[in-house]
């Protein structure tokens, strides 16, 4: 079984899963499932994805399924409720800003569905546009939304436990198992 601390380095594919049904796939990192499922794009770089496991830098969906397979070549499909993916939709994350603050920040067309960034950081999309103010959804794109996840793992290196941040492990409140 793969260990928190090795690189597991995997193929996935993502799709939207409601209830028994899935959807649409919302991410890939397989060429050939993107070719076949028309959703391939020239300037997308398709290979394979590489993560120390146990950080915490993926969903926590994806790094249980890599943690259930034993060896390079072995694939599963996993169920991801929203906590387990992206999380769930946040109401607080959904700011209601003066327009005036938001046009001094980005040359973006202020308009629903545009993508902006604050000066702190924060990317999120612009919902509603008024002569005075533009709310701005700060949730990730796939909160609130059930996945489900194919893994291919490819390869797997390091030592368990290798690289393992304990700031990690304090500040998320999981146990190194």
Known sequence: MVADGQIAI???????????????IVDTTDIDVARREGIYHDHRDYKPFEFRVGEGNVVPALEDAVRDLDEPGESTVVRAEPAEGFGERDPAAVDELPRETVEEVTDATLEPETLVTTEDGRSGWITDVTDETVVVDFNHELAGKGLEIEVELLDVHGEPGEGHSRNWEKKSGRRQE
């Not at 995997?10 to 649409?24: K, N, P, Q, S």
Request: glycine share 14%; net charge negative.
């Open 10 to 24: 995997v193929h996935y594919t993502a799709r939207l899963a409601t209830g028994d049904a899935t959807g649409e």
